[in-house]
Structures are given as structure tokens and as C-alpha cells.
């Protein structure tokens, strides 16, 4: 079998990335997370783009590198076209656009939700590749959504976010805690280390396989207003226990809408992807229903579960493979379905 080498380039929101795969197999997967936001407790678009940038060369050079390839072997070149920031998707777009013309290679677009969930399909010794068709839980900083997945490239949405993503759930519940940005590894990392059932939060009352989290939020910024106010140093002394409330009440959300999808579609076959699918405590419980509910549950390796080039150049394999190419005319999407 020959080898084709695709290079992925991901930079749609504050990590500069890229990416070698040889037949589906990932030799290379350089990630160059962007330090500047931390301050301002979000990501800040225009430093965003300013940052892929000056990344963007070096990180390439880097993954080819890894790779231990030289550019002119690749057999195309793949990047995310949306969705995600305008500025950020315009670095890594043009840059792969000029890559790839320059090299005379097809240039492959990449819908980044799409790419989170085809990381299931880069190969490893020990990974578990999911039969079509099996229900993907999308959950990043951007997106929660119930996708079921027909085949490498026809997904359907049967359940989304009317409002905040999960990922902007853990990340405003940590600011409203005085936690960094961002905060959904470190309530993980607490929640660890307390108890789930000390503080109680109503879990939202919305439709079929639909999410909802702003109300969760703003339940959680006025329980800790009024505890501050009654034991000024509420949050200090019960970090761990609310770190641990918190996020059973978000996965416990979220297990309840995936038991949804299953009943109605009858597939037992339940993956996770995206930032969030990172959370111990959901790895958990995905591992803990297959002896429980006899699902068949796909956990990404940690590598692949915050943004990364490797999805992006698997989803572009992917599109080789089906000769599906973009024109050098393509743009960036800020706003892309699956
Ligand atoms: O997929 P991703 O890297 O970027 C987007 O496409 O949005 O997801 C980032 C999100 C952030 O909200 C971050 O707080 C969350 O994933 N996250 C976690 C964990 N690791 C990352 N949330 C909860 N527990 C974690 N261990
Ligand atoms: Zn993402």
C-alpha cells in the first residue's frame, strides 16, 4: 500500500496547530497553546489571531519535523475552514491555501465539529473504531450537540445547545469561582477531591435531546452570591465540594439527554468528542454504561479531545481518500454545520 502523508492544520480558536498522519496513523501532532488570554478570563479574538500568526511557520516546521518527512512528500493539505473566530480561521486558511499551491497538492476543508468526532477514526494499536451508525456527544467550548453519525461524512443533528455550550458552562461556573480560563480542568481536577451531593443545582427543564446551561449558570452565581454574603469565605473553604456539585449536575445533564438519544434511536454504540469529553467524570460514567446499560462506548485518547491538527488531518485523509477537494476559492466559515 503507498503512503500518503497528510499535513492538518487547525486553527479556529486559541490553539495553533498541526498535524502529520501517513494512512491514518498520526506521526506528528504539534499543538501551541496561546498563553495570552489567561488574563482576561476568555479568548481574546484579535490577540488570537495575532498569536497563529506568529505560530503558524513554526509549528508547521515542527510537525513536518516529528514527522521526519519533508514538505514536498505530503499528499495534501488539510485545514479547518469554520466553524470558529473569522480571524483565527483566516491565518490557517490562507496558510494551507498557499501551502498547497505552492506544492501542487490538493488543498482538503475541514469542518472542525466534524473533525472532532472523525478523531475516532485515526489509528492506534489499542483504539476502538465505532460501526456506522453510533450517536456522537459533541462537547466543546463552542458546541454541544447529539450527532448521529451515518458515515464518515453524513451526520445528523438530533439535539443541540439553545443557549451556552457545556464547555462555556465549566468555564463561566470557574469564573464566577475566581478560577483561571479555562476553568473545566481545574473544577475536574477539584471536583476530585469532593463531594458531589454537598450542594444541590436544578437541572434545566428543555425539550427532547435539546441543552440548556445559562440557566444552570446563573443559578450557581447567585447560590455563591448569597453563601459569600452569610460566610465571606464560602468559596475558599468549599471549593472542592463545589467543584464536585457542579459538575455532577453538568454530567448528569448530559447522561440523561445521551439515555434520550439511545431510547429513541435504539443505537447503543455512544461516542464523546471535544474539549469536554476530556472530564474524568464523564469518562467515567461512559465506561461504567457499558456494564450498566450494555452500551459500546468510544472515549478519544486525551491527545485528541481539546482542538488539535490530528483530527483535522484524519477528516482531510478521509476526504482524499473520497476525492472530495476544495477550490482554491474556499473560505473560511465562521458559522459551518456538521
Ligand atoms: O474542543 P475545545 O478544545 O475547543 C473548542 O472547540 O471549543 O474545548 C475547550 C473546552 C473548554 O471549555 C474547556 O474548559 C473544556 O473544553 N475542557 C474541560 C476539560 N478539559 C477541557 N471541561 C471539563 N473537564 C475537563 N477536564
Ligand atoms: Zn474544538
Known amino acids: 500500500q503507498k503512503s500518503i502523508y497528510i499535513l492538518g492544520i487547525e486553527s479556529s480558536c486559541d490553539d495553533t496547530s498541526a498535524a502529520v498522519i501517513c494512512n491514518g496513523v498520526v506521526l506528528s501532532n504539534v499543538v501551541a497553546n496561546q498563553e495570552v488570554h489567561a488574563k482576561y478570563g476568555g479568548v481574546v479574538p484579535e490577540l488570537a489571531s495575532r498569536a497563529h500568526q506568529q505560530n503558524i511557520v513554526p509549528v508547521v516546521q515542527q510537525a513536518l519535523k516529528e514527522a521526519n518527512i519533508e514538505k514536498h512528500q505530503l499528499h495534501g493539505i488539510a485545514f479547518t475552514r469554520g466553524p470558529g473566530l473569522m480571524g483565527s480561521l483566516l491565518v490557517g486558511t490562507s496558510f494551507a491555501k498557499s501551502l498547497a499551491l505552492g506544492l501542487k497538492i490538493p488543498l482538503l476543508d475541514v469542518?472542525?465539529?466534524?473533525?472532532?468526532?472523525?478523531?475516532?477514526?485515526?489509528?492506534?494499536?489499542?483504539?476502538?473504531?465505532?460501526?456506522?451508525?453510533?450517536?456522537?456527544?459533541?462537547?466543546?467550548?463552542?458546541?454541544t450537540q447529539i450527532v448521529k453519525v451515518n458515515n464518515h461524512f453524513d451526520m445528523e443533528i438530533l439535539g443541540e445547545t439553545i443557549d451556552d455550550a457545556v464547555g462555556e458552562a465549566f468555564d463561566k461556573s470557574a469564573k464566577i469561582l475566581g478560577l483561571p480560563y479555562p476553568g473545566g480542568p481545574l473544577i475536574d481536577k477539584y471536583a476530585q477531591l469532593g463531594n458531589p451531593k454537598a450542594f444541590k443545582f436544578t437541572k434545566p427543564k428543555v425539550g427532547d435531546l435539546d441543552f440548556s446551561f445559562s440557566g444552570l449558570k446563573t443559578a450557581i452565581l447567585y447560590f455563591i452570591q448569597k453563601q459569600e454574603k452569610e460566610q465571606p469565605n464560602f468559596i475558599k473553604e468549599n471549593l472542592y465540594d463545589i467543584c464536585a456539585s457542579i459538575q455532577y449536575t453538568i454530567i448528569e445533564i448530559l447522561m440523561d439527554?445521551?439515555?434520550?438519544?439511545?431510547?429513541?434511536?435504539?443505537?447503543?454504540h455512544i461516542a464523546i468528542a471535544g474539549g469536554v469529553s476530556a472530564n474524568s467524570e464523564i469518562r467515567k460514567r461512559l465506561k461504567m454504561a457499558e456494564q450498566h446499560w450494555g452500551w459500546t462506548s468510544y472515549i478519544p485518547k486525551f491527545e485528541y479531545t481539546t482542538d488539535n491538527a490530528a483530527m483535522i488531518a484524519i477528516t482531510g485523509y478521509l476526504n482524499f481518500l473520497n476525492n472530495t477537494y476544495a477550490d482554491v476559492s474556499v473560505t473560511a466559515q465562521a458559522r459551518l454545520k456538521v
Open 111 to 143: 469542518n472542525h465539529m466534524q473533525a472532532h468526532i472523525l478523531a475516532h477514526f485515526i489509528k492506534e494499536e489499542d483504539s476502538r473504531i465505532p460501526p456506522f451508525p453510533f450517536i456522537c456527544l459533541t462537547i466543546s467550548g463552542g458546541h
Open 257 to 268: 439527554k445521551l439515555k434520550n438519544a439511545v431510547k429513541q434511536t435504539q443505537i447503543t
